[in-house]
């Protein structure tokens, strides 16, 4: 999967998407003119878990990718973020 697979939703607040991988990790990629980057029409970009059974994600800082938000991408560097979270280990269902 590759940014340009992502499918955005806009509102008041900007554009956002997100996607959940099989290791149940994922990515909320959020454009905006609140978000690191967004008025300068860069992406931002934040690991989320979701897991099985769950409705919503929770936002996750304790991954070797990143401890917070990562800021002032393109969505080439949104391609990488993104497969780099593909590629994380299964997250033990009682972390969060």
Not at 12 to 21: D, K, L, Q, T
Not at 57 to 86: A, C, F
Request: net charge negative; no cysteine.
């Amino acid at each position: 999967m590759t940014f340009e697979d992502l499918k955005f939703e806009t509102d008041e607040m900007g554009e956002h998407s997100f996607h959940i991988y099989d290791n149940h990790y994922g990515v909320s990629v959020v454009r905006g003119p609140y978000t690191y980057g967004g008025r300068k029409g860069l992406y931002e970009l934040a690991v989320i878990h979701m897991p099985p059974g769950a409705t919503e994600s929770t936002l996750v800082y304790d991954t070797p990718i990143t401890g917070d938000v990562v800021g002032y991408l393109t969505p080439e560097e949104v391609t990488d973020l993104m497969k780099q979270v593909s590629e994380l280990p299964f997250r033990n269902e009682t972390e969060d």
